[in-house]
């Protein structure tokens, strides 16, 4: 499988985050979808064709640490790769104590997503 066909879903209630980041994936080689809530990723078909979840930690409505335990709850496996503007590394670590494949401080190195990616989907 090429990274292409590979989807992965962003979900951030940043405008700009979400605009600039399917080019970075792009750059990467890989497809994106993105979703301003985790209430319209909830509603849509996100879900079950995304690959992997890059997921803002504080957004308005439900959070992404709320968003990783309705996946949990509903036994939706999906990888998620956390990105947050708030430099907390026990919140880091809780979150990979969840689940989470990274967790990224904003902002974040081309390299550092790139590398995240690549553990959340196994490429080389």
Known sequence: MTNS????????DDESVRESLPDLLKEFGFASQTFCSAEEFL????MSQGKCLILDVAMSGMSGPELQKELNRRKIKIPIIFVTARRDEALRSHLIDEGAIAC??????????????????HVD
């Open 5 to 12: 066909q590979l989807l992965v879903s962003i979900v951030d």
């Open 43 to 46: 509603a849509s078909d996100g």
């Open 104 to 121: 990224l401080f904003k902002p974040f190195s081309d390299a550092a997503m790139l590398e995240a990616l690549n553990s959340a989907l």
